[in-house]
Nanobody, 124 residues
């Protein structure tokens, strides 16, 4: 079955950088659309970035220019490179997958496979 395992979460100071990874198994990773989502305490889960099988990407306006999503189909791994981190970026970050046909949407309801999440904490 589909398995997604996030890693790389940490506590960093404001202005710092971090790269999250999501290792996928149990499906044909290269054909799926993948996304990163986050959920802060007391808030709804929101989309951060997404990438489709053609490597087309989509970003939420709040992170555009600071965050880069990428995928390595040879390693079945999804990445999220984050720079200029802000305290508002503090959240649990989730990796998600959806089978084709699909698009690089950043709406949580578009995805039906989720990882367990990894905590990112940005201190001011």
């Amino acid at each position: 079955q589909v398995q997604l395992v996030e890693s790389g979460g940490a506590s960093v100071p404001a202005g710092g950088s971090l790269t999250l990874s999501c290792t996928a198994s149990g499906f044909t990773f290269s054909t799926y659309c993948m996304g990163w989502f986050r959920q802060a305490t007391g808030k709804k889960r929101e989309g951060v970035a997404a990438i489709d099988f053609r490597h087309s990407t989509n970003y939420d306006d709040s992170v555009r220019g600071r965050i880069t999503i990428s995928r390595d189909n040879t390693k079945n791994t999804l990445y999220l490179q984050m720079t200029s981190l802000e305290p508002e970026d503090t959240a649990i970050y989730y990796c998600a997958a959806v089978s084709p046909p699909c698009h690089a949407f950043i709406f949580p309801y578009e995805y039906n496979n989720w990882g367990q999440g990894t905590q990112v904490t940005v201190s001011s």
